[in-house]
């Protein structure tokens, strides 16, 4: 994807140097957002709200009665890379797999810009925002307006809606005993992220970082057209170890996954051993560490916590069907990887379980 000219400067601005946190890392930990929501949010008497918050879904999703549904969502967050076309990119593609996490289809975004005008030129910003127009090119819509705000920190986003077949709907409590789980990108990115912002990461590895993160995950349209799947979610900032959680939650199951089969972007165990823990990944752990067993290394927690920056579908599958969806997944250039199960859930017990 080629870049538009670059911003005249004395010397290259680093974008992750302008934000405390880094992608979706700046999302809030799990146990403080149950904190902010235990209002009554999305509990409004409305029987066309077919998706809200009770089941922690990526999207809200409201049936229009004609076998159709819209799908709503918004995504934004700091730099988590300091080329700015990249960072549009990264954030554009992430706010685009919510809708995609429901099975639907992406209509229109709009544009969600904070910029500190101070400190940050506005050609800059111009970078940002051709490079989440580039990714709804991509996708096939349009980036049709927005909103933008003076802020101390720089963020961007979009606000999507998409639409959906109301049987095509794929819901975190739609999962089944038995399932098995894929997921369709690599894990890392916090990882990753945390090693750019030290200096220490290798182009190489950092370009291969930002592929797996500017990948969209359009595979989620065709899969939510399959009976075969019976939940599905993306993986971003509360990690593979959060996101699974909620999914486990919403059906009342409990999950063991193979440590040995988790994709991981190459290198960052590489990172991780020189000590690029992200500070996500910390609050992610007290958040629900308690909740997973088998977790006994370092290594072991920072990956199921590390917090993913625009991360893979989680898909649950029905196992007699597992290879087909594999496959159909791949036939659309989406590669992935079987990392366990459900099972019912068993008190007293862990959640999920490392073998």
Same mark, same amino acid.
């Given at each position: 994807m080629q870049h538009p000219p670059s911003v005249p400067a004395e010397e290259p601005i680093r974008l992750t140097r302008y934000s405390h946190g880094a992608g979706c890392g700046c999302k809030i930990a799990p146990a403080v957002l149950n904190e902010i929501l235990k209002s009554e949010l999305g509990t409004f008497p409305d029987p066309r709200l077919l998706v809200g918050y009770g089941t922690r879904d990526d999207a809200a999703v409201y049936d229009m009665g004609n076998g159709r549904a819209v799908i709503s969502t918004t *995504?934004?967050? @700091?730099p988590i890379v300091d080329d700015a076309f990249d960072f549009g990119r990264i954030a554009a593609t992430n706010a685009l797999s919510d809708v995609y996490a429901m099975g639907g289809t992406p209509l229109l975004a709009v544009a969600i810009l904070g910029w500190p005008v101070d400190k940050l030129p506005a050609p !800059? #910003? #111009?970078? +940002? !925002?051709e490079g989440g127009r580039a990714v709804c090119h991509a996708a096939g819509i349009a980036l049709a307006g927005g909103h933008s705000i003076d802020a101390p920190e720089p963020f961007f986003g979009l606000?999507?809606?998409g639409e959906v077949q109301v049987s095509h709907i794929k819901r975190n409590d739609g999962a089944q005993a038995g399932d098995a789980l894929l997921l369709t990108k690599p894990i890392g990115t916090g990882? !990753? @992220?945390?090693? /750019?912002?030290?200096?220490?990461? #290798?182009s190489e590895d950092h370009?291969?970082?930002? *592929? +797996? =993160?500017?990948s969209l995950n359009d595979a989620g349209t065709r899969s939510g057209e399959l009976a075969s799947v019976h939940a599905m979610t993306d993986v971003t900032g509360f990690g593979l170890g959060g996101h699974l959680l909620e999914l486990c939650d919403a059906a009342g199951l409990a999950a063991e996954i193979d440590f040995a089969a988790l994709p991981v972007i190459p290198r960052t165990l590489h990172y991780l051993a020189q000590g690029c823990y992200p500070d996500g990944a910390f609050r992610n752990w007290r958040s629900f560490g308690d909740r997973i067993a088998g977790a006994s290394t370092t290594?072991? =927690? =920072?990956?199921? #916590? *590390?917090? /993913?920056?625009s991360g893979g579908l989680l898909l649950a599958v029905d196992p007699a069907h597992q290879q087909a969806v594999q496959d159909l997944l791949a036939g659309h250039g989406t590669r992935s990887t079987c990392i366990g199960h459900l099972r019912p859930q068993q008190v007293p017990d862990a959640v999920i379980r490392l073998i």
């Open positions: *995504d934004f967050f @700091s !800059l #910003a #111009a970078q +940002v !925002l606000a999507v809606t990882i !990753l @992220s945390t090693a /750019q912002k030290r200096g220490l990461i #290798a370009r291969i970082a930002v *592929d +797996v =993160m500017c290594e072991r =927690m =920072m990956l199921l #916590a *590390d917090p /993913q920056t």
